[in-house]
């Protein structure tokens, strides 16, 4: 069974055939989320949200488009609402909706070949680089495919990318584990 | 960085290398015709070339990292969720619904400016205000003046028909929520 017959089974309501969809695209989705929101939990929250979104806007999804392009723009749209959410309210030392620490293998060094220390050096991006660079390298998207997922303009998404190389390039090269300029808003959750 | 040096003397200056062309470079992202020149350019600087290792490192260090797998339990949750899905039979009915809906709030909103000289019953108008969102279309297509000037329809103020089809219209998306909710027989849960 392909993912084109799920999708077109999903679309006419077979609950099965989106099941099959949510095993296929569960992992991807909370990998975003987690590298998004930095926090596992909200991350389970963005993926259970998007689906169930996914299923109710089913009938509205165009078949002849990537199904993963459009879930992840979904999960994509919750992790921003979330980041929003976060803006407004300040996290505090015992806020357990604070956001996880970035992942620290070990300190990132020079050699930046260690797959820990350019994850944690991902994790000091800000937002929307960070996104950029996880649709980009984690999940081997092209650019106009990280430009539907976004809803961004295409030179947008290569600005994005580019500042995020730089960032991580002078992260990964100083050993410095900092958020980059711009900030993230989850430098509350970093020590 | 000795790309923005003076070039050796008789030779044509070229303008300095950006770091997001050896990105889009060292990522594969260069079309061919703009990647044929850089790299020769590369070819013939060590100092570009030494940025273009460091863009590789980043690149090589941004491919090694993997999609994570999401906690067992995730996909589960996902499934034990999902809204029930409204059959096809219901949706049509919505939508004739909303359809008739719209059409008597907009039939009445016609006779509203059809008869201008009678008189309207201004509070029923107030209340469709108060109870309907689509009284907020209501004040688009017609003026609070016309709006107010609604004939009598079989016993009714015009007003009063005009804040009914608006009130319908508000309610159609609530019933419609409350449909979903329904248990749907044949489905499994």
Same mark, same amino acid.
């Given at each position: 069974?392909?993912?084109?017959?799920?999708?077109?089974?999903?679309?006419?309501?077979?609950?099965?055939?989106?099941?099959?969809?949510?095993?296929?695209?569960?992992?991807?989705?909370? #990998?975003? @989320?987690?590298?998004?929101?930095?926090?596992?939990?909200?991350?389970?929250?963005?993926?259970?949200?998007?689906?169930?979104?996914?299923?109710?806007?089913?009938?509205?999804?165009?078949?002849?488009?990537?199904?993963?392009?459009?879930?992840?723009?979904?999960?994509?749209?919750?992790?921003?609402?979330?980041?929003?959410?976060?803006?407004?309210?300040?996290?505090?030392?015992?806020?357990?909706?604070?956001?996880?620490?970035?992942?620290?293998?070990?300190?990132?060094?020079?050699?930046?070949?260690?797959?820990?220390?350019?994850?944690? /050096?991902? !994790?000091?991006?800000? !937002?929307?680089?960070?996104? +950029?660079?996880?649709?980009?390298?984690?999940? #081997?998207?092209?650019? !106009?495919?990280?430009?539907?997922?976004?809803?961004?303009?295409?030179?947008?998404?290569?600005?994005?990318?580019?500042?995020?190389?730089?960032?991580?390039?002078?992260?990964?090269?100083?050993?410095?584990?900092?958020?980059?300029?711009? *900030?993230?808003?989850?430098?509350?959750?970093?020590? | &960085?000795?790309?923005?040096?003076?070039?050796?003397? *008789?030779?044509?200056?070229?303008?300095?290398?950006?770091?997001?062309?050896?990105?889009?470079? %060292?990522?594969?992202?260069?079309?061919?015709?703009?990647? +044929?020149?850089?790299? $020769?350019?590369?070819?013939?600087?060590? $100092?570009?070339?030494?940025?273009?290792?460091?863009?590789?490192?980043?690149?090589? %260090?941004?491919?090694?990292?993997? &999609?994570?797998?999401?906690?067992?339990?995730?996909?589960?949750?996902?499934?034990?969720?999902?809204?029930?899905?409204?059959?096809?039979?219901?949706?049509?009915?919505?939508?004739?619904?909303?359809?008739?809906? /719209?059409?008597?709030?907009? %039939?009445?909103?016609?006779?509203?400016?059809?008869?201008?000289?009678?008189?309207?019953?201004?509070?029923?108008?107030?209340?469709?205000?108060?109870? @309907?969102?689509?009284?907020?279309?209501?004040?688009?297509? *017609?003026?609070?003046?016309?709006?107010? $000037?609604?004939?009598?329809?079989?016993?009714?103020?015009?007003?009063?028909?005009?804040?009914? *089809?608006? $009130?319908?219209? @508000?309610?159609?998306?609530?019933?419609?929520?409350?449909?979903?909710?329904?248990?749907?027989?044949?489905?499994?849960?």
């Amino acid at each position: 069974v392909t993912e084109e017959d799920e999708v077109r089974r999903a679309i006419a309501g077979d609950r099965d055939a989106f099941a099959a969809l949510v095993r296929r695209h569960a992992d991807r989705v909370h #990998d975003v @989320a987690r590298r998004m929101l930095r926090d596992a939990h909200e991350a389970e929250d963005v993926v259970q949200q998007a689906f169930w979104n996914a299923w109710r806007a089913m009938a509205r999804f165009d078949p002849s488009r990537p199904f993963r392009h459009w879930i992840l723009r979904i999960a994509t749209n919750l992790c921003r609402n979330r980041w929003e959410a976060r803006r407004r309210k300040p996290a505090t030392a015992l806020d357990p909706e604070a956001e996880d620490p970035p992942a620290r293998g070990e300190a990132p060094g020079s050699t930046g070949s260690d797959a820990a220390c350019v994850r944690a /050096a991902l !994790e000091t991006l800000p !937002e929307v680089y960070r996104l +950029a660079a996880v649709l980009r390298y984690v999940h #081997d998207l092209p650019l !106009e495919a990280i430009a539907e997922v976004t809803g961004e303009p295409l030179g947008t998404v290569k600005v994005h990318l580019h500042r995020a190389r730089s960032l991580l390039r002078r992260v990964l090269e100083a050993g410095e584990t900092r958020p980059g300029p711009g *900030g993230t808003t989850g430098e509350s959750g970093a020590p | &960085v000795s790309d923005t040096l003076p070039p050796p003397s *008789g030779a044509r200056a070229e303008p300095p290398v950006p770091d997001e062309a050896l990105e889009a470079l %060292a990522a594969g992202e260069l079309p061919a015709a703009e990647a +044929a020149p850089l790299r $020769a350019r590369v070819a013939a600087d060590p $100092a570009l070339a030494g940025r273009l290792a460091r863009a590789l490192l980043v690149e090589e %260090a941004l491919r090694s990292l993997r &999609v994570e797998p999401a906690p067992q339990g995730v996909v589960a949750r996902v499934l034990l969720g999902l809204p029930r899905p409204v059959p096809a039979s219901r949706r049509v009915l919505l939508g004739r619904f909303a359809a008739a809906a /719209a059409s008597f709030a907009l %039939a009445a909103l016609s006779l509203a400016e059809a008869a201008p000289a009678l008189a309207a019953e201004a509070p029923a108008l107030r209340l469709a205000e108060a109870v @309907a969102p689509a009284a907020a279309l209501a004040r688009r297509v *017609g003026s609070p003046e016309t709006l107010s $000037a609604v004939p009598d329809v079989a016993g009714l103020p015009g007003a009063a028909w005009a804040a009914l *089809g608006a $009130a319908l219209l @508000a309610a159609g998306p609530l019933l419609a929520r409350r449909w979903r909710r329904a248990p749907s027989p044949g489905r499994p849960s």
